[in-house]
């Protein structure tokens, strides 16, 4: 099949603001679609070039583009960068300037190429990839340039997402939108809309039923919810829980295959090469040929005891890994088990579950061990080990259902599990992890700084970010300077399509939703300013943290506010 074909798809999607006309857009495009371009063609339209756990990139930016848009059309840098700054829009650019040939490539010639490109690593490689990429803008049209531009940046600005993807597969390989559910649950197992789109256009929702768990492809986290009050937790969970310390560090998922160790995030990141030591530790502390297993890693002092999410995150990083390992130590508190020597765990209860996990886990010490817990129905049981775990810098707890149908939900935030914060338990407002869409320049003493941040939620039907506040304070003198820095290579020209935001609502800068920042805020209140859940807002926040832990599309969503509210 012919690339230019997936080209018309995204033209016709861009063209629509309609979820419903999106679905049955790609539903015409996936019923034509041969089988063997489907999964390529699936990831392009979505985006990508690869599923989204495996998530390669093409690892070139904006700038990096421009070059190659230079090289493929012979003009000026200068001049190409001119015309990027009147558009504001990178496949825009492209289309401009690159030439007007015809459509000759196929999906596979532009997958496999822009695949390359992102397999260049190492010395020379932003040379390699600006040479590769300005060959391929050489060999296509206009049209496709624009498409291709923004693929390999990575922002389509289509409108739609693996929700509108999953919703087109059920309506052309099942007849209705019915299969979604299963497709859902499939794509948090296996979070691959290239792997799930075969399946289904082969066996329809057999093909779908039988998706599974395995080695190195990481299962979307079961998430926990919140309540209001105490008492509310007794009423949603039945009979024994389980209460564990809630940990204030990174989730990590952990995938063992003989003496293999993988080791992931919760945005499925391969994260193995920053933490040889929880490698180490597992391949000592863990015995049994394979298994999957759901954790927190935390950084440690030399004795054991917690610190804090921020000093974790220094461990974040490409270089001087073995320096840090030895500067900050880290310890994996395990509490969930997912698959174990070829058998998936996940539609078992979760007695079950931590059963099997205990069997695996052979020594416990300052590296690796179980997490904090206790079982039981007692209010007073429960109020004393919360007060324990706070009292040596805890988060608060989580407490777990251990009812038969106690199963793992991956990607879900259910009532199986309920997070307890020290927050809930002052009566003070939980906190937000918010999307940076927009800044307000400083003024005065900050002039050299935004003086506010427009901050964002998601809502997951609209598949838009609405705007809940203005974040201004609890930002150090560090950080207010770090910030232009920091949020630059997020601004865009104009609002994003995907951020909700009134008409009158004009911040100085408007930025990609890329960037999550956790804020601590004292009341929701109604809002003519703001958008979200129809015109809801946050008063009096504070910055506490960024979450580079999570996407945009993992902050705080609307729903969650409205329970909150
Ligand atoms: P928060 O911002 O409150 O941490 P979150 O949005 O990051 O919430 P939640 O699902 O609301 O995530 O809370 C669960 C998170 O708490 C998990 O993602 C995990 O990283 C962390 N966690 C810490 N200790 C535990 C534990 N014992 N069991 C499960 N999750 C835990």
Redesign the pocket.
Known sequence: MKFKKIVDVLEELEKTGSNNKMRDILADFFQDCPDSDLKQATYLLAGRISSEYRGVVTGMSDKLVLQSVAKASGRDLKKVKKIFRKKGDIGETAEELIGRRKEKLSVKNVFEELNEIAEASGEGSQDKKIISLAELFKKVSSKEAKYIARLVVGTMRTGSGDKTILDALAVAFTGSADARKELDKAYHVHPDLGYLAEKIAKRKLKGIKSVGISFKRPVK?M??QRVKSFDEIFRKIRGKMAV????DGE?MQVHVKGDRVKLYS?RLEDISSQYPDVIKAVKKQIKCDSCILDG?CCAVDDKGRLLHFQVLMQRRRKYNVEKYVEKIPVCLFL?DLLYLDGKSYLQKSYPERYKALKSVVKKQNNKLKL?NRIVTRDKEKIKKFFNRMIKKGA?GV?IKSMADDSVYKAGT?GWL?I?W?KEYAEGMMD?F?LVVVGGFKGKGRRSYSYGSLLCAVYDTKSKKFDTFTKVGSGFTDKQLKELPKKMKKFKVKEKPKSVNARKDMKPDVWFKPSVVI?VLGAEITKSPLHTAAGGLALRFPRFLRYRPDKSAKQATTVKEIRQMK
Do not use: H, P, Q
Request: proline share 0%; aromatic share 14%; net charge neutral.
């Open positions: 986290a998430l926990a564990e310390e809630k940990y989730r919760r927190e509490f997490a988060e989580l935030r599990w997070k914060k906190t992890d956790e």
